[in-house]
């Protein structure tokens, strides 16, 4: 093994876990971000929407020891409660294993892996330093590459130069490295998608008393069609709530105080009861909130050079799968295989790198694919009797074929599964179970027309 200087941009929660990684096999690791130190964000600026740790991300934080106590700050949520609009409620569990998802809030955890990072592993931390480039040369047969970064923590604006033999890209869906190497063409194909649907949060608070004022084991979700109002538990019983809409629509219900409430109280009454108008009027309209917006990518491959991006920056999707997290996690953990594969030396380096690219491009595009695919599902379909007919179908393949037949949510969440494999299967199942309900559909037709027969006709 040689000891490697490795140089990750980005202090978000994939890049502290990449860092820890690192560390645990010996290596020089210093981590630079451009925004100031999470744990000192004030309650308001670190509100974002929720994020949900599944077995496939677990099974990533097991491997350096922090499973326990990353689960240990979050709730764990066994399926997803429907609201419909006329105030019923329709429980929906995950499985009947009664596996579940941890509902976590992401910048308590950003402050917690920081944390276990810098006192654990003696990680430095260098906060407020923007990434500008990096500069590769060949020295002795192996890439060596200085990163520049404009560090703005002090009274006085400095450069600063870092150099590597590793660089990893964990600064997010905007990542400068990313671009840094689009701008000297060593990424083959990018793409970005800005969705024409924006999201807005709101939180849930606990009871008079205390407790919470809804099932607390479970997601709730309020599908409306073109969109959706989603709450995720939290530890002080309270719900981080997300509304996300069609950016048109959304326009239209921030005018004003009057078209806001009439919106909620005709959409989401139950839940205008839990949070009351002031709440809404001093949220929304008071505080004059911005929607945010949904971001996807694509790239390929993950690494130039002795260069790789991970996490968003290679693979944003939009949040609806809950994997966005998991699936960086993920990448930790297979970039960890491949150096165990090859070995952690700088001459094989570039064979790393490159079997990382290989193996996780198609499922970073396949995972990106059936997330936004979810949403459809969740914003709609989840409310139609189709959908509950594919389910029944799909969970009865399931106990009659447990070894053959997964369930696609099954699969995604709950298994370490490549998501490639995921979206075949997936994709295999759907022509089965609508050549199913069909044939149903036809012998159910048929039955009726043979009843009508010696009923009516023979007669």
Not at 169 to 174: E, F, K, Q, R, W
Not at 272 to 289: A, D, I, N, W
């Amino acid at each position: 093994m040689d000891k490697m200087d490795v140089v990750i941009v980005g202090a978000g929660l994939v890049g502290c876990v990449e860092g820890i990684y690192l560390k645990k096999r010996g290596h020089n690791v210093t981590i630079y971000e451009t925004f100031e130190d999470p744990r000192t964000w004030s309650e308001e600026r670190a509100r974002s929407i929720n994020l949900t740790m599944s077995p496939r991300g677990q099974f990533a934080l097991r491997e350096i020891g922090l499973e326990d106590k990353v689960l240990a700050q979050g709730i764990l949520a066994k399926g997803r409660i429907v609201h419909d609009g006329k105030g019923n409620k329709f429980r929906s569990p995950y499985n009947e294993k009664g596996e579940g998802i941890v509902s976590l809030r992401r910048t308590r955890l950003n402050a917690f892996l920081i944390q276990e990072a810098e006192e654990t592993y003696k990680i430095p931390f260098h906060f407020r330093h923007t990434f500008e480039r990096c500069d590769t040369s060949d020295q002795h047969g192996a890439p060596t590459t200085v990163c520049v970064f404009r560090n703005t923590s002090g009274e006085k604006e400095t450069m600063v130069k870092a150099q590597a033999d590793l660089v990893i890209g964990s600064d997010g869906a905007h990542s400068v490295v990313r671009q840094d190497l689009q701008n000297k063409r060593k990424i083959g194909m990018f793409q970005q998608e800005y969705h024409d649907h924006g999201y807005m949060e709101l939180v849930v608070p606990s009871g008079n008393d205390g407790q919470p004022q809804m099932e607390l084991d479970m997601l709730h979700i309020w599908p409306r069609g073109e969109f959706m109002l989603i709450t995720f538990p939290n530890l002080d019983n309270t719900f981080s709530g997300t509304l996300f809409m069609p950016f048109e629509k959304l326009d239209e219900v921030m005018q004003g105080e009057e078209v806001l409430l009439k919106f909620f109280n005709a959409e989401f009454p139950d839940l205008v009861r839990l949070v009351g108008e002031s709440y809404l009027k001093r949220h929304f309209v008071e505080k004059k909130k911005r929607p945010g917006r949904l971001i996807s990518n694509k790239v390929e491959p993950y690494h130039a050079d002795n260069i790789v991006l991970i996490g968003d920056a290679a693979h944003a999707m939009v949040p609806f799968y809950g994997q966005g997290m998991n699936a960086g996690f993920e990448d930790c953990l297979i970039l960890d295989r491949i150096f165990q594969k090859y070995g952690h030396s700088k001459a094989n380096l570039g064979r790393v790198l490159k079997e990382f690219s290989r193996v996780r491009c198609k499922d970073g595009h396949a995972i990106s694919e059936m997330a936004f695919k979810h949403y459809v599902e969740l914003r709609s379909d989840i409310a139609g009797v189709t959908f509950y007919m594919r389910k029944f179908v799909d969970n009865m393949l399931f106990r009659l074929l447990p070894k053959t037949w997964v369930p696609e949510y099954t699969m995604v969440a709950f298994t370490d599964m490549p998501y490639s494999v995921c979206l075949k299967e997936t994709e295999r199942q759907s022509r089965i179970i609508t050549s199913t309900l069909i044939f149903c559909g036809i012998a159910f037709f048929g039955i009726l027309v043979a009843l009508f027969f010696k009923f009516w006709v023979w007669p």
